[in-house]
């Protein structure tokens, strides 16, 4: 069975920084694209990050590039979101995704995904 279980979500203020993770299960991680999308309350979901760290391949959104860093751990199969100089409009629930081909990021992407984890960011 496949899963994708994040942590780390919750309260900080706006400065403040919060580091993501997600533990995935049942499918071989190393062949896979991993990611993070984040969906606001009334907004679309937006992909916000990826990596294929065999590759050397990450990518980044324009509004979290060079506040977030996303790393994995490819022996414990989890992937990681450190999120700096946090903002309001970084609230949001936050998805951890993998897909196998990486393409079409971030219309087309998911195979699998996670449940969410809430980020809140107060003024």
């Known amino acids: 069975e496949v899963q994708l279980v994040e942590s780390g979500g919750g309260l900080v203020q706006a400065g403040g920084s919060l580091r993501l993770s997600c533990a995935a299960s049942?499918?071989?991680?190393?062949?896979?694209?991993m990611g993070w999308f984040r969906q606001a309350p009334g907004k679309e979901r937006e992909g916000v990050s990826y990596?294929?760290?065999?590759?050397?391949?990450?990518y980044y959104a324009d509004s979290v590039k060079g506040r977030f860093t996303i790393s994995s751990d490819n022996a414990k199969n989890t992937v990681y979101l450190q999120m700096n100089s946090l903002k309001p409009e970084d609230t949001a629930v936050y998805y951890c995704?993998?897909?196998?081909?990486?393409?079409?990021?971030?219309?087309?992407?998911?195979?699998?995904w996670g449940q969410g984890t809430q980020v809140t960011v107060s003024s």
């Open positions: 995704t993998a897909d196998r081909d990486g393409l079409g990021f971030p219309i087309i992407w998911g195979d699998f």
């Open positions: 049942g499918f071989t991680f190393d062949d896979y694209y």
């Open positions: 990596i294929r760290s065999s590759h050397g391949i990450t």
